[in-house]
């Protein structure tokens, strides 16, 4: 049985610095807090090669005294902590001690420091954790540090790398979520030579979520404020409209602390309940300001991972905090009508009440009232009711045309009632009804015979502007619209191997992802080019230049940040399964809107694919369609 003997020191650092730097962003975290402790008003975090071999943070702090400098490198040495007692109450982002020994112990590091009270500053030199001698050098008011071959030392931490552009994009993290916290202080962001952040530090919230989520981001947020007697909630949280693909835009901050808070993350959500799309998430940007000694920070030592005294009054601070501002939420404008004359409309220009009553044609003049909008008209098509949107009559019109049944409709129509949608009440609804036959190229009767072979079947309209309504025998079909065109896309890209048409954009489209998004499509050009795309960077942003040509400008984000969210999650284990996972995202950009008009056509031809049983089902095994029977119809209204 082998020995207990006391570990070398070395070795002992070694197993201590693996708990607390993980990563070049964890290096860059804790260096942005030590200044951030230090007062400093601004903070610059430059690296190269995605932080492992150069990693500089610089700030304008109080600074290190020369004759400490060595002490500040040594386990559990702190300015910060005194006592057992100070572990109830901690109010500084650090306290254990621990950073600047275990970022030593792994990296060759050069710390430069002045304080005020010195003319000369005062520089030090460690590799693996020794140090050299302190030397006296000119420097600014504040410290500056340089990381530079992490885990040189620790060959077996080194290989679980990632690449570059995945470090970097950690690091980046790492400082958008500092600068969150703390918007007073001014942070600078450099990566391989270019400046891709730079917050104001005027203090103001609304100006740090401007500079690190982008203009886009910010203008669908919208300020929380809540005060109670022992906490408050304050920040940013996103309209339900503007939802994002992933919880990567949600940021919690405790006493200015960046946390990962399940309770917090419950509480934002389920205030959105009933409000956002499945499978959307809201961004937000919360500070919550407590007592200290109402949470414990000590728990583990990322010091990500907060408990809290009382989850219940936590969770109900957040929750109704958010909730109030979704209720109240007054960036809807709502039309006021009143009497007051427009500029510009003459008298008699305006809408009489013998206008009003066009197409009524039982109204009477005494029945009608200024103050109670007219019924629309109502025009029967073959037994299909078709109410025709309200808008003012035309001065041109001198005399209503009768409402009834013509002679047309004593025979079956060719067109359906979907198709009929721009006919008027009055005279001429023969014209109109060829009219629109000659426009949708042919009658109802004609293409519905694509299946004659399973019973002839029709589209009798659309609800909602989602579902197509097809009648076949004694059975209604309900289509979801979107679903079955997205399988329809999906189908056709992958049997024709997706080569999509691309077209050069007039304005390229500017795009703000998530850090992890945006290097996963970075490191992915080719597959973007395959899909139709081509994109550059643009500082923090993808300048998007190429596009495929179904795509809409305004749906680029969106498929983009969708790419992206599939590509972190398939990764590359599976090259075939991530491929399809990404024809699954451009065949849903491309497929018809649920909730947006379609023309009949359109409709005609995704219930053709539906009724052949060519699309049973969409891209995620959800059904396109549902049957209603007849007589399932008659025992809902109690008729059998």
């Not at 979520?209 to 022992?230: N, Q, S, T």
């Not at 009559?393 to 049944?405: D, F, K, R």
Request: hydrophobic share 40%; proline share 6%; glycine share 8%.
């Amino acid at each position: 049985m082998p020995s207990i003997q006391v570990l070398d020191p070395h070795v002992a650092n070694l197993i201590a610095a693996g708990e607390v730097v993980e990563r070049p962003a964890s290096v860059a975290k804790e260096l942005m807090e030590n200044a951030i402790d230090a007062g400093a008003s601004t903070v610059t975090v430059e690296i190269s090669h995605g932080g492992l071999t150069f990693l500089r943070v610089t700030d304008d702090g109080k600074g290190i005294p020369a004759d400490q400098l060595k002490t500040a490198f040594l386990r559990h040495a702190t300015s910060k902590l005194r006592t057992e007692y100070d572990l109830e109450a901690i109010g500084t982002l650090g306290f254990r001690g621990e950073a600047l020994a275990a970022i030593a112990a792994v990296s060759r590091i050069e710390a430069l420091t002045r304080t005020a009270d010195s003319e000369l500053g005062a520089s030090l030199a460690l590799e693996g954790g020794t140090p050299g001698e302190i030397e006296e050098a000119g420097c600014p008011l504040g410290t500056t540090l340089v990381v530079r071959d992490l885990f040189f030392n620790t060959p077996a931490r080194l290989k679980f790398m990632k690449k570059d552009a995945a470090e970097g994009a950690a690091v980046f993290a790492a400082v958008q979520r500092a600068a969150l916290s703390h918007p007073e202080v001014s942070v600078k962001f450099i990566r391989d030579g270019k400046q891709e952040l730079l917050t104001p530090g005027d203090g103001q919230l609304k100006s740090a979520v401007y500079a690190v989520l982008g203009r886009e981001l910010a203008l669908g947020f919208r300020e929380v404020k809540a005060a109670g007697e022992d906490m408050s909630v304050t920040g940013f949280v996103s309209m339900p409209a503007c939802c994002r693909a992933s919880r990567s835009w949600q940021f919690f901050f405790v006493n200015g602390r960046q946390v990962r808070s399940p309770l917090m993350t419950a509480a934002l959500e389920e205030a959105y309940q009933n409000q956002r799309m499945v499978g959307r998430f809201p961004g937000c940007v919360l500070h919550l300001q407590t007592k200290l000694n109402a949470v414990d920070v000590n728990v583990h030592p990322a010091k990500t991972e907060v408990k809290f005294g009382g989850e219940r009054a936590v969770f109900s601070a957040v929750y109704h905090a958010v909730l109030s501002t979704l209720e109240g939420d007054a960036s809807h404008p709502r039309a006021v009508l009143n009497n007051t004359e427009l500029p510009g409309i003459r008298k008699q220009d305006a809408v009489t009440e013998n206008q009003l009553r066009i197409g009524v044609p039982s109204a009477r003049a005494d029945t009608v009232h200024p103050q109670t909008p007219p019924k629309p008209a109502v025009v029967r098509v073959h037994d299909s009711t078709y109410i025709p949107p309200s808008r003012p009559a035309l001065p041109a019109i001198s005399q209503p045309a009768p409402v009834g049944p013509g002679p047309a409709e004593t025979q079956p129509p060719k067109v359906s009632a979907a198709q009929t949608g721009a006919q008027r009440s009055g005279s001429g609804l023969e014209r109109r009804r060829n009219e629109a036959e000659r426009i949708s190229g042919g009658s109802r009767m004609e293409r519905s015979e694509v299946c004659a072979d399973d019973g002839a079947w029709r589209v009798a309209g659309e609800v909602l502007n989602t579902y197509i309504i097809v009648e076949r025998g004694e059975t209604v079909y309900l289509i979801d619209k979107h679903a079955a065109h997205e399988r329809m896309n999906f189908d056709r890209m992958k049997a024709a191997g997706y080569d999509p048409m691309s077209q050069v954009l007039l304005t390229p489209a500017v795009c703000r992802l998530s850090p992890p998004e945006r290097e996963a499509l970075l490191d992915r050009r080719a597959l973007l080019e395959e899909f139709g795309f081509e994109a550059d960077e643009l500082g923090a942003d993808l300048a998007v230049r190429r596009a495929p040509d179904y795509l809409d400008a305004a749906d680029i984000p969106a498929a983009l940040e969708e790419l992206a969210r599939r590509l972190l999650t398939a990764g590359s284990a599976d090259p075939a399964a991530a491929r399809d996972e990404l024809l699954h995202t451009m065949a849903c950009k491309a497929a018809i809107k649920g909730g947006w008009h379609s023309a009949p056509q359109e409709l005609e031809r995704v219930a053709a694919a539906v009724m052949s049983g060519q699309v049973k089902y969409c891209p995620h095994g959800r059904p396109v369609a549902i049957t209603l029977t007849k007589k399932e119809l008659e025992k809902q209204f109690r008729r059998v």
